[in-house]
């Protein structure tokens, strides 16, 4: 039965996990969003310029060892996601305008933008469109070189735990907390909710990067159109 495949043995539970880390990265960066009563619809289009970026990183850059190539990637597919969510939270923030549209619209550019470069300038011209493999530095360990799971599952994890805390004991948790309640009250009691709001967009996009940096650096260890399969949107359920 699937179920005794997916939970009751080794290999299904590692391989489980594999398929899991994604959606648990992705899943933070669109739950911190909806705590501050904001609707990051956009992670799916974050996720798409984190792998993709993080995809050319990997095969572009050379002579790195392992550790740091890796590292740099994942920073990279962070620092494209963040920027990219920084488009949304500047209109929310300045504009007000409405989050879902903005989001939704440059979910659009995003895939269309890094699938015709994929099947253009930078593909290698196989039958599928996909970039150049990446390299063996930047490929994240397996915790068994039979299944999926690796070690960005401590990442995930790492995340979680970071995350928990800046919610649930600092200063800034708090606030997020407060604008999600009511942002019009957290303003005029000085908390800079528009600033607030540009931090929480550009966090989540990182997270959002990272989340698709994994699926090239774990994953499939090259980016292909298909290789997001709605993650950004799955975050969302």
Not at 83 to 110: D, F, H, Q
Not at 151 to 174: D, N
Request: hydrophobic fraction near 50%.
């Amino acid at each position: 039965m699937p179920e005794r495949t997916a939970f009751f043995s080794l290999g299904g539970i590692l391989n489980t996990l594999g398929y899991t880390t994604p959606i648990i990265i992705t899943g933070i960066a669109t739950a911190l969003s909806i705590r501050a009563n904001m609707y990051n619809m956009g992670i799916e289009g974050q996720v798409f310029l984190g792998a993709f970026t993080s995809a050319l990183a990997g095969y572009m850059i050379k002579g790195l060892p392992p550790v740091l190539h890796v590292t740099l990637c994942l920073l990279i597919g962070a620092a494209f996601g963040a920027l990219y969510a920084l488009i949304p939270g500047l209109l929310k923030a300045k504009l007000r305008v409405n989050e879902v549209v903005t989001t939704v619209m440059l979910n659009s550019i995003a895939t269309q933008v890094t699938g015709f470069l994929t099947q253009s300038y930078l593909g290698t011209g196989d039958a599928y469109a996909h970039t150049e493999f990446i390299e063996q530095s930047a490929r994240l360990a397996k915790l068994n070189s039979k299944y999926r799971c690796t070690t960005a599952l401590f990442i995930a994890l790492a995340i979680w735990l970071v995350l928990y805390f800046v919610l649930k004991k600092t200063k800034f948790g708090y606030e997020i907390d407060c604008i999600g309640k009511q942002w019009e009250f957290a303003d005029a009691v000085g908390m800079h909710v528009s600033r607030k709001i540009v931090v929480i967009f550009v966090i989540g996009g990182a997270l959002a990067g990272i989340g698709g940096a994994y699926l090239t650096t774990c994953y499939s260890s090259t980016y292909t159109d298909g290789i997001v399969a709605g993650r950004g949107f799955i975050a969302l359920a």
